[in-house]
């Protein structure tokens, strides 16, 4: 079984540029496109980014973070990241990495994906 384990949210400030981490144990993530959910008290769960497997030479982001948020990803390490830039108070929420065994990016719904971090919370505080 494949476990996520995502890291670096906290409380940030609005304009804030955290990066948030995600890596598994036990498994190798290079076969994996990653994605980056979040979710807001009372709301869906939605998409925030994917990068594709291997390179990652695919990635998408939600209209919502274009611009501010990079996805990447060093297989050496086993990690993938989402550096998130100028932080506004509408980013708040549970972050959550996901692995859909595909490897590709897709339309990123949520059934897709069959493992999943147990999420980092976000706070931006204006």
């Known amino acids: 079984e494949v476990q996520l384990v995502e890291s670096g949210g906290g409380l940030v400030q609005a304009g804030g540029s955290p990066r948030l981490s995600c890596t598994a144990s036990g498994h190798t993530l290079d076969d994996n496109a990653i994605g980056w959910f979040r979710q807001a008290p009372g709301k869906e769960r939605e998409r925030v980014s994917c990068i594709s497997n291997s390179d990652g030479s695919s990635t998408f982001y939600a209209d919502s973070v274009k611009g501010r948020f990079t996805i990447s990803r060093d297989n050496a390490k086993n990690m993938v990241y989402l550096q998130m830039d100028n932080l506004k108070p509408e980013d708040t929420g549970v972050y959550y990495c996901?692995?859909?065994?595909?490897?590709?990016?897709?339309?990123?719904?949520?059934?897709?994906?069959?493992?999943w971090g147990q999420g980092t919370q976000v706070t931006v505080s204006s």
């Open positions: 996901a692995a859909d065994s595909s490897g590709f990016i897709g339309t990123m719904a949520v059934l897709d994906y069959y493992s």
